[in-house]
């Protein structure tokens, strides 16, 4: 029997490992409150709206606390802060978003969430969560419209903690781009009857925002609290 080299077999082992490996994930973020609001590239809440950490009553420890007063719109931290310095997200790059949110009321209409373009974007928010009418919802924007396309929608109790992942990749060609949603740790179908909705994901420049965002009518005190804030590059990364 004719025998191959030995270099020839251990390319050949080496290619296999290489193929057989999965590709390889890593949690890029870890936005534990008890690290404080550092976590953030900023806050997007003035005065006297706040974002603080404190103490869940619920079983959570230390829980981001993110207050909207009534007569302002908005209270959000804006982007994230990996070892000291503002995070940086890419066109091409796969992001997995999870979090559990509290929030005080679901009535209304008003943002808990956004994949927000800055500056002076064509699409301004690709992605945005909104609570209404006690009910959470998830959106795809096209860019230059301002008809939103509903991916899904859930029922949910004020007070009530609930876990999300979003996962993202980030395109800005159309057919490149994609969505995927798990709730309570349970993959969701999404309006077009698939888990991965695909679209224009990226515009100039793409950060999450998480918070309250009572767009249209300012008159309503709202508290969202949020914990166990995590970024990854696979669903896996958040458990």
């Known amino acids: 029997m004719r025998k191959r080299p030995l270099a020839a077999l251990a390319t050949a082992a080496a290619w296999t490992l290489l193929v057989a490996s999965p590709a390889h994930a890593s949690v890029v973020w870890d936005g534990d409150a008890s690290q404080g609001i550092g976590v953030f590239g900023n806050l997007d809440c003035p005065d006297p709206g706040s974002v603080i950490t404190a103490e869940s009553s619920t079983g959570h ?72 009418d006690g009910a959470i919802r998830l959106f795809y924007v096209p860019p230059g419209s301002t008809s939103w396309t509903l991916l899904w929608s859930q029922p949910i109790a004020a007070g009530a903690w609930n876990r999300y992942a979003v996962g993202i990749h980030a395109s800005s060609d159309a057919s490149s781009g994609w969505v995927e949603l798990y709730f309570n740790g349970v993959k969701q179908t999404l309006a077009d009857g698939t888990t991965r909705y695909t679209g224009r994901t990226w515009d100039s420049v793409n950060e999450p925002k998480w918070g309250a965002y009572d767009r249209d009518d300012g008159s309503t005190e709202i508290t969202n609290r949020i914990d166990s804030l995590k970024l990854g590059t696979s669903y896996t990364d958040l458990s």
């Open 61 to 132: 420890g230390t829980i981001f606390r993110y207050t909207k007063p009534a007569g302002d719109i908005r209270c959000e931290s804006r982007g994230i802060s990996v070892g000291g310095s503002r995070y940086a997200f890419t066109d091409g790059g796969t992001y997995y978003f999870g979090w559990e949110s509290q929030p005080s009321t679901v009535s209304g209409d008003f943002v808990v969430w956004q994949w927000k373009s800055y500056p002076n974007a064509d699409q301004n928010y690709p992605l945005i969560m909104t609570i209404k």
